[in-house]
């Protein structure tokens, strides 16, 4: 894996969680809402495909059906995006529900490829991985936009945030869980090229490893409660505000990770 897989993988996994993150939010939230957030994750998705390293390429292979499965998954929201609000409408939820499988799919395909040297454990693992990462930047990026949204829509029932928050929260655990997994796997039993997972994270190059879990992960736990707590006393501004830097926190912590990734190839 070469540097051009960071933004690519990012961009693809912000994308799908957008969109499968849109399923949660019930229609009360408006049609500008779902205009907005389709039109969020399609933008993503293309520049994905522009940006997407060289070897990623259509073909029989891993790759090859997840890079399908992604260019569907864009088509997918482009036209559920085009038809919110129109006279043909009423399909729109075929094609968020086609962007979101394929958005899955394509994720899915990431991690097999991401691992297709190695053997089943680690292609688990990396799956694991991407799609919590998906889970988790997709969760985080919802619930911002709709906190922003109380702006618009003030008569918002504070349900709806507080229901994309227990995602976030539950994301965020899960997350977690998988990255200990992980670290636990490639300390103890891989078998990696160079010196080994553990004398990386202790080395000058480990200071990636220890920001990735300080921004990506323990600041999101703090960061998610401070959110719940304020949300259940429907201060959906201040709410809103912490969710700003939330979203930030885990943008700066899967980054990372996809940086850890190419270096050392294990997916934290």
């Known amino acids: 894996m070469t540097l051009s897989y960071v933004p690519f993988l990012f961009l693809v996994h912000l994308g799908v969680g957008i969109i499968v993150t849109l399923v949660l939010v019930p229609r009360v939230a408006g049609v500008q809402f779902f205009r907005f957030n389709a039109g969020f994750a399609a933008v993503l998705l293309l520049v994905a495909l522009v940006m997407r390293p060289e070897d990623v390429a259509f073909g029989p292979g891993v ?56 053997g089943a454990l680690v292609a688990g693992l990396s799956v694991a991985s991407f799609l919590t990462s998906t889970a988790l930047l997709g969760g985080t990026s919802t619930a911002m936009i709709l906190g922003h949204w109380y ?60 920001q990735r879990i300080l921004f ?17 006393i429907r201060a959906t501004q201040s709410a ?15 980054l990372l990770a996809k940086y850890i990734l190419v270096a050392t190839t294990v997916p934290v």
Do not use: N
């Open 63 to 118: 790759s090859g059906v997840a890079l399908a499965a992604l260019v569907g998954s864009t088509f997918g929201i482009l036209v559920y995006w085009a038809t919110i609000g129109r006279v043909w409408g009423q399909f729109r939820p075929v094609w968020l529900w086609l962007a979101v499988l394929s958005g899955v799919g394509a994720v899915i395909g990431q991690g097999l490829a991401a691992s297709s040297d190695a």
């Open 151 to 210: 702006l618009v829509l003030p008569s918002m029932d504070v349900s709806l945030l507080q229901r994309i928050v227990k995602f976030h929260i539950g994301s965020t655990a899960v997350r977690i869980v998988v990255v200990v997994g992980i670290v636990w796997w490639a300390i103890a039993l891989a078998e990696l090229p160079g010196p080994g997972f553990q004398r990386y994270i202790f080395s000058l190059d480990g200071v990636f490893f220890w």
């Open 216 to 232: 990506g992960l323990l600041g999101p736990v703090v960061l998610a409660y401070m959110t719940w707590e304020t949300a259940k």
């Open 240 to 254: 809103t505000g912490i969710l700003y830097v939330d979203f930030f926190t885990v943008i700066v912590g899967e």
